[in-house]
Nanobody, 124 residues
Framework: QVQPVESGGGLMQAGDSLRLSCAAS????????MGWFRQAPGKEREFVAA????????DYADSVMGRFTISRDNDRNTLYLQMNSLKPEDTARYYC?????????????????WGQGTQVTVSS
């Protein structure tokens, strides 16, 4: 079983940059897609970004396209989310997830393992 562990959250100001990391304990991420999701208070969990296994292909939610970058370091078994030009509406708990297969998807049900999340708060 894979246990993702997120880190890097914090209290930021609008316009700041922040990088989230997700490391694995237990089995590696090898062979599986990875994704970032977020959940704001009173809202449903939503897709942020995903990356395939292998020749990396990425997918982003419209709300973060051009500002966030997802990447993975397979040698370090670590997933990253570089977040630039942060906005107050980016405030949420961010979750790392390991896919059930190699293909990156936006569906929560397509992810098998989830971390506990890391809080990102952006003030205006």
């Amino acid at each position: 079983q894979v246990q993702p562990v997120e880190s890097g959250g914090g209290l930021m100001q609008a316009g700041d940059s922040l990088r989230l990391s997700c490391a694995a304990s237990g089995r590696t991420f090898s062979g599986y897609s990875m994704g970032w999701f977020r959940q704001a208070p009173g809202k449903e969990r939503e897709f942020v970004a995903a990356v395939t296994w292998g020749a990396p292909r990425t997918d982003y939610a419209d709300s973060v396209m051009g500002r966030f970058t997802i990447s993975r370091d397979n040698d370090r078994n670590t997933l990253y989310l570089q977040m630039n030009s942060l906005k107050p509406e980016d405030t949420a708990r961010y979750y790392c997830a390991v896919g059930r297969g190699w293909r990156a998807t936006r569906r929560i049900a397509d992810y098998a393992y989830w971390g506990q999340g890391t809080q990102v708060t952006v003030s205006s």
